[in-house]
C-alpha cells in the first residue's frame, strides 16, 4: 500500500515536470516522450528518489551530478538526433542522458572516466533494455578514434575550450553540443556544427557543469 502510494506519487511528479519542461519550451513530443519512458529515480541514490523529479541536478557518486532535466533535453533538442545517427557521449555518470539518446538516436558511445560510474550506468541501462549502448571507460577528450565519424556529439562536463579531437570526429553536417567556459559555476552551452565550408557555433546561454577533467583517477591507470 504505502509502495503504492509513492509509485503514485513519482507518476504525479514526472507529469509535472513534463508540464514544466513543455512551459520552458522543449516541444519536441519524442524528447518528451524518451523522458516520460525513462525512470530518473533509477538514475540516483535511494536517498534522492523522491527528489527524482524534481527540476534540478543531483549528486551521483564521485563527486559528480546527474544533470537537470531541463538541461537534459535542451541539449537533446540542440542536438536534433534523429534514428539515423550516430552519437558520441563524454561523461556517462549515471547513464540518464545516455538513455535519452539510446532512445533517440541509432546507436551511442558513451566515454566516463570513473569505472564504478560507468558501471553502474551500464547495469541500469541494460535494465532498461537500452541495447544500443557500447560503454567506454577513459578520457573522453581523446575521443574514440575507431568510430570515427559521429553525426552527433555530446559533452555533459564543462570544458574551457571543445577538445580539438572531438570537432575533428564530427561527420560532415554533424552537430556537437558542449558547455564551455573557464568559470566552475557557469559555462555557455555551444553548438558547433560542421558545414561544407567549415564550423560555425552558436550559443544558448548558460549552464552549470562539473569540469571536463584530464586522463583516468589515479587508481584506474595501473
Ligand atoms: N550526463 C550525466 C552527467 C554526469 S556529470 C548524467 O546525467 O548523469 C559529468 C560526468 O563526466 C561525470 O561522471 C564525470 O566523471 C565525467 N567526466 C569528466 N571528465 C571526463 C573525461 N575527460 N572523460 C570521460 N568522462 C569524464
Known sequence: MAERATDQGLVQRKLR??????????????????IERTPREQFVAPAFADQAYENVALPIDHGQTISQPYVVALMTEKLEISERHKVLEIGT???????????????????????????????????????????????????WPEQVPFDRVIVT???????STLIDCLAPGGLLV???????????????????????????????FVPLVAGLPRQERA
Not at 181 to 204: K, P, S
Request: proline share 2%; with cysteine; hydrophobic share 45%.
Open 178 to 208: 558542449a558547455p564551455v567556459g573557464c568559470d566552475r559555476r557557469n559555462q555557455q552551452l555551444l553548438r558547433i556544427r560542421r558545414g561544407e565550408d567549415g564550423f560555425a557555433t552558436e550559443d544558448f546561454g548558460l549552464v552549470r
Open 93 to 143: 555518470g549515471s547513464g540518464y542522458q545516455t538513455a535519452i539518446l539510446a532512445r533517440l538516436g541509432r546507436r551511442v558511445f558513451t566515454i566516463e572516466r570513473h569505472r564504478e560510474l560507468l558501471q553502474a550506468a551500464e547495469v541500469r541501462l541494460d535494465a532498461l533494455r537500452l541495447r544500443n549502448i557500447v560503454f567506454r571507460l577513459g578520457d573522453g577528450a581523446q575521443g
Open 17 to 34: 515536470l513534463l508540464m514544466e519542461l513543455r512551459r520552458a519550451g522543449i516541444a519536441d513530443a519524442r524528447i518528451l516522450g524518451a
Open 157 to 163: 562536463a564543462a570544458a574551457e575550450v571543445v577538445p
